[in-house]
C-alpha cells in the first residue's frame, strides 16, 4: 500500500470514528485487516478466558478425530459453539439425558437418507413449511418454500460429498488453520466443524453440527474431525495431569485409563 493510500485510509477511519463511532471504527479497521469482527471476538473472548485461569491445554481450535458412534447425547442447549469457545466449566451439566433423536434435523436427516422418507415428510420440512406460512423462518434461515428446497438442495448435496469423498474438516476443505478461519473476513459462523463438548468421565456430548452428524451416523463412518468447545473442569484437570507428565508411570490409575481417549 502507498504512502497517500495508507493516509487515505487513516483519514477515513477517523472520519468514522468522529461521525459514527468506536463499534464501527474497530469494525472497518478489522475489514481493513481483512478480518471478521465477530470471529474476531470471539477469539479475543476465548484469550480473556484463558487468560483469567491456570488451564493451558484447552485450546478449542484444534480439531480431533473421533469415532462418530460415540456421539449419542447433546450437551445443554445454553451451550454455544462459538461463544463458549475454550471454557472450562464445573458442575452437572455433563449429566446429559438429551439424545441425539431429541433434534428434528438430526432425526429427519436419519429418516431421509437411511430409511428413504421423503423430504417433505421429515419432521424439519413440516416444521420450516409451517413456520414459513407463518411468515417465521426456520431451519438454517427459510423464509420461503424457495428457501426451504434450496436447504434440501444442500442436504442432499452434502450426503453426496461425504459419501463419495469422505467427512472432511473445516481445515481441510478451506487449506487453513480453524483460528485463521475464524479472523478472515469471510468467517460464517454457520459453516464449521461438529462441535462438542466433553464430560468429566470423558464423554464427547453433542453441541452442533446436526446434518454431518446425522450423515455420519448413516454412512456409519469410523471417523470425523470435531471441535471441542467445552470441556468439564474434572476432565481438563486430567488433561493437564497427562500434559505435565514426564511419562506414564507418574500418572493416576484414573489418568492411565483414558490414554487412548482422543482429546487426550
Same mark, same amino acid.
Given at each position: ?13 477517523? %472520519? ?7 463499534? &464501527?471504527f474497530i469494525r472497518a479497521g478489522l475489514r481493513e485487516l481483512n478480518l471478521n469482527h465477530r ?13 483469567? #485461569? =491456570?488451564? $493451558?491445554?484447552?485450546? &478449542?481450535?484444534?480439531?480431533?478425530? *473421533?469415532? &462418530? ?6 450437551? &445443554? ?16 451439566? /455433563?449429566? +446429559?439425558?438429551?439424545?441425539?433423536? /431429541?433434534?428434528?434435523?438430526? $432425526?429427519? *436427516? ?7 422418507? =421423503? ?21 438454517? @434461515?427459510? $423464509? ?5 428446497? !434450496? ?14 469423498? @469422505? ?8 487449506? !487453513? +488453520? ?11 459462523? %454457520? ?38 468447545? *467445552? #470441556? ?6 486430567? !488433561? ?16 492411565? +485409563? ?7
Amino acid at each position: 500500500m502507498s504512502l497517500q493510500n495508507i493516509r487515505a485510509t487513516c483519514l477515513e477511519g477517523i %472520519s468514522i470514528l468522529r461521525t459514527e463511532g468506536l463499534l &464501527p471504527f474497530i469494525r472497518a479497521g478489522l475489514r481493513e485487516l481483512n478480518l471478521n469482527h465477530r470471529g474476531f471476538y470471539y477469539y479475543l473472548n476465548y484469550l480473556y478466558k484463558r487468560s483469567r #485461569r =491456570s488451564y $493451558r491445554t484447552a485450546e &478449542p481450535f484444534t480439531v480431533v478425530a *473421533v469415532d &462418530p458412534q460415540r456421539i449419542r447425547y447433546r450437551a &445443554p442447549s445454553d451451550i454455544d459453539r462459538w461463544t463458549h469457545i475454550g471454557e472450562v466449566r464445573d458442575g452437572g451439566w /455433563d449429566f +446429559s439425558d438429551r439424545p441425539l433423536e /431429541d433434534g428434528s434435523k438430526y $432425526r429427519s *436427516v436419519v429418516d431421509r437418507f437411511e430409511h428413504g422418507t =421423503s423430504w417433505e415428510e421429515t419432521d424439519i420440512y413440516q416444521a420450516a413449511l409451517e413456520r414459513i406460512e407463518n411468515g417465521e423462518t426456520h431451519w438454517n @434461515g427459510c $423464509r420461503t418454500v424457495d428457501d426451504l428446497e !434450496r436447504r434440501v438442495d444442500h442436504v442432499e448435496r452434502l450426503y453426496e460429498t461425504i459419501r463419495k469423498s @469422505g467427512f472432511k474438516s473445516q481445515s481441510e476443505i478451506h487449506g !487453513r +488453520s480453524v483460528k485463521s478461519i475464524v479472523l478472515r473476513g469471510s468467517f460464517d459462523r %454457520s459453516k464449521t466443524d461438529i462441535a462438542v463438548a466433553i464430560g468429566r468421565d470423558g464423554e464427547i456430548l453433542f453441541i452442533d453440527g446436526n446434518h454431518r452428524l446425522a450423515i455420519a451416523h448413516v454412512l456409519d463412518l469410523d471417523e470425523i474431525p470435531v471441535r471441542v468447545v *467445552v #470441556r468439564h473442569a474434572q476432565w481438563q484437570d486430567l !488433561r493437564e495431569e497427562v500434559a505435565a507428565a514426564d511419562s506414564s508411570d507418574g500418572l493416576s490409575a484414573r489418568a492411565k +485409563s483414558y490414554l487412548d481417549h482422543p482429546d487426550m
